[in-house]
């Protein structure tokens, strides 16, 4: 089998994955009344970490410096459960967190003990995310149809939404966490837009992990608010129209302006659905796909690791024949 690492520095989805994440990125501010994607600004010095071999070898052998570094990888791999490998770690997964209601209604509970549920799942993963070494995490959390759900769940999640960001920032800001919302903030309590903002704010210069929630967020629309910024820059001539490319696109979707990863390594669903229900079309054109039957609060650091395996067995082309 190919070696993974290898393909970090050859591969050619991985080339392009570097010059989206260091190209310009669209500004937008709060008061931007185009803007419908929170602040979640793009930091001033990324770092390349996952696509690049480790610190140590660019340093002096030896050197106080490279001694340092090399224990903190290997302490680092030191926690790594088997059978993963560092190397083959993906730097982005993401995750449709699915369910939660039939957890719930399989324990003759309410729906909303369902989603209780799945957010101690979800602190579990992001735990495990930033202990083995994950660069990125986009979790869906809530979709643009999920807005059909009855009043009362929808109400209850919007509440969930409030209170987890309330009590884990102090948490989060200690573990090196950057906290990105996609998805149309507009549609929120404003309530949950002002609490977002400073949570925010708060993390942006956090560098362990981006954790990407997508709340009120729809793949096509990501994709046809990117068509219009271009569309509007081609209106008033900033961009002629044989100069639309691929790359073009990217750079105005909502992940593109937001993590240091922009595209998923492998996206992950639960509970035995197999398809993408709208969460991330473009990015995950060439994303390793994982199902599992499991109901997303039942996911625990077994199935995390199973999804991870499984990755580290793929062999990634990209279109290439190898």
């Known amino acids: 089998m190919l070696s993974y690492s290898s393909l970090q520095l050859t591969s050619p989805f991985n080339h392009h994955q570097t010059l989206l994440s260091s190209a310009p990125r669209r500004g937008i501010t709060w008061n931007d009344s185009s803007a419908s994607v929170l602040p979640c600004r793009p930091r001033a010095s990324p770092s390349l970490i996952s696509s690049l071999p ?19 990888e290997q302490g680092a791999a030191l926690s790594l459960p088997s059978p993963l490998r560092r190397e083959l770690l993906p730097s982005h997964v993401a995750i449709i967190m699915d369910g939660n209601s039939r957890w719930a209604r399989a324990r003759g509970l309410p729906s ?18 930033h202990k083995w070494g994950i660069r990125g995490l986009t979790v869906f959390a809530f979709s643009t149809e999920n807005w059909r759900r009855p009043k009362v769940e929808v109400d209850f999640l919007m509440m969930l939404f409030e209170r987890v960001l ?22 929120l309590p404003k309530s949950l837009q002002n609490l977002s903002k400073e949570i925010i704010e708060a993390t942006k210069n956090n560098t362990k992990l981006d954790l990407s929630v997508a709340i009120s ?8 608010q990117a068509c219009k910024s ?4 081609v209106k008033h001539g900033l961009v002629e129209p044989e100069d639309i490319t691929e790359s073009l696109v990217a750079q105005e979707l909502e992940t593109n302006r937001i993590l240091e990863f922009p595209y998923p390594d492998l996206l992950i669903r639960t509970s035995g659905e197999l398809r993408l229900s709208n969460f991330l079309l473009w990015q995950s054109a060439y994303s390793e796909l994982f199902f599992t039957d499991t109901y997303w609060p039942d996911f625990k650091e077994a199935n995390y690791v199973e999804a991870l395996a499984s990755y580290q067995t793929r062999q990634r082309r990209f279109g290439q024949r190898i």
């Open 166 to 187: 309330k009590e884990d920032i102090l948490e989060l800001t200690k573990d090196g966490v950057r906290i990105c919302l996609i998805g149309d903030s507009t549609e």
């Open 230 to 233: 271009i569309a509007e820059k």
């Open 112 to 129: 909303t003990l369902g989603h209780e549920a799945g957010y101690r799942a979800l602190k579990k993963v992001v735990e495990h995310s």
């Open 54 to 72: 480790p610190v140590a070898r660019s340093l002096p052998e030896n050197s106080p410096a490279a001694t340092l570094v090399d224990e903190a």
């Open 217 to 224: 967020y729809s793949g096509r629309r990501d994709i046809t």
